[in-house]
């Protein structure tokens, strides 16, 4: 039982570059969340899946968008990448919306 | 993006002493979590706060839900070295879903 998964654990971008950051979780959980992670902040949501087949922006959604693949998988991807969208990328899931969350290890992506 | 305001920003301590951390809000929250990131790696829940004025503890670890429901404190007692990390406060609000906000976080070193 592995948890939350996520790949890669580190990515280095140019500017313009597109890419995908894969979250992936064996808890049976209905619920997933992209976060950021900024230094001297708290983490942030990008966006969020309620339950399969539907998604929401959370609080700094421009730049990205998501897919909720299936009920274990949920995608983030940067179409094309800013220096600005340099950060820890956290994926985690809930039971339901408004229970607790679990995070996984974190992508570290830096844009050139 | 709100963000709660947590303090201090950082701590060295000294092996053995206890620890306090607070976190403050200009607005209301029903749920307090308090969550601990390891160096690489992502939060991890330590506690959870759901009523005006709860205690509750986890082993050396007590946390409290703030009467006003604008704040809430965390205390470590005979702290460790593998209590170094950084400690996040996050609020969430009845009806706002999924949306945690986190605060920025407090670096907690700790010297033998």
């Known amino acids: 039982n592995a948890g939350v998964t996520q790949t890669p654990k580190f990515q280095v971008l140019k500017t313009g570059q597109s890419m995908t950051l894969q979250c992936a979780q064996d808890?049976?959980?209905?619920?997933m969340y992209w976060y950021r992670q900024d230094p001297g902040m708290g983490l942030r949501l990008i966006y969020y899946?309620?339950?399969?087949?539907?998604?929401d922006k959370g609080e700094v959604p421009n730049g990205y968008n998501v897919s909720r693949l299936n009920k274990r998988e949920f995608s983030l991807r940067l179409e094309s990448a800013a220096p600005s969208q340099t950060s820890v990328y956290f994926c985690?899931?809930?039971?339901?919306?408004?229970?607790?969350?679990?995070f996984g290890p974190g992508t570290r992506l830096l844009v050139l | 993006g709100q963000q709660l305001n947590q303090s201090p920003q950082s701590m060295f301590i000294q092996e053995g002493e206890d620890v306090s951390m607070n976190c403050t809000s200009s607005?209301?929250?029903?749920?307090w979590l308090w969550y601990k990131q390891d160096p690489g790696e992502g939060p991890v829940l330590l506690i959870a706060?759901?009523?005006?004025?709860e205690l509750t503890s986890n082993g050396r670890l007590t946390a409290q839900f703030g009467i006003t429901r604008k704040d809430s404190f965390l205390n470590i007692s005979a702290s460790i070295p593998s209590d170094v990390g950084i400690y996040f406060c996050?609020?969430?609000?009845?009806?706002?879903?999924?949306?945690?906000?986190f605060g920025t976080g407090t670096r907690l070193q700790v010297t033998l």
């Open positions: 899946s309620a339950s399969e087949g539907t998604t």
């Open positions: 808890m049976n959980h209905n619920s």
């Open positions: 985690a899931s809930s039971e339901v919306v408004g229970e607790t969350q679990y």
């Open positions: 996050a609020g969430q609000r009845t009806g706002t879903a999924s949306k945690l906000t």
């Open positions: 706060l759901y009523k005006a004025g």
């Open positions: 607005s209301i929250f029903n749920t």
